[in-house]
């Protein structure tokens, strides 16, 4: 996810920091955020704040959303939920066919 910092109207992105923060700020136009998104956006994956200019402008600070943690969660063991439900049984081609056919004539109506 991006997050998108927009400067004000009237001030100008540089107004608002120290010139040798914007020194090692990667630079790109809205021409190039429509045309080539794959090259900004690997420079946000990288960590780079990137500065967008319109018209030798700078109108806005792109920068990346920090990581979110993986919530590490127990997942479900359904090998034994599976048989705790159905146990060791083994369906006969019998039984599906007549399984198959009462699911159709229930979708059929």
Request: avoid cysteine; charge should be positive; proline fraction near 4%.
């Amino acid at each position: 996810m991006l997050l998108l910092v927009v400067a004000l109207a009237n001030r100008a992105v540089d107004a608002a920091s120290p010139w040798t923060e914007d020194v090692h700020m990667k630079t790109a136009t809205v021409r190039d955020l429509r045309n080539n998104f794959s090259k900004i956006e690997t420079w946000l994956g990288e960590g780079e704040e990137v500065r967008i200019e319109k018209r030798g402008e700078p109108i806005a600070v792109l920068k990346a959303l920090p990581k979110r943690r993986a919530v590490a969660g127990k997942k479900p063991d359904f090998a034994t939920r599976l048989k705790a439900i159905w146990g060791d049984r083994v369906f006969s081609e019998k039984e599906v066919r007549e399984m198959r056919a009462y699911e159709l004539e229930g979708e059929q109506g």
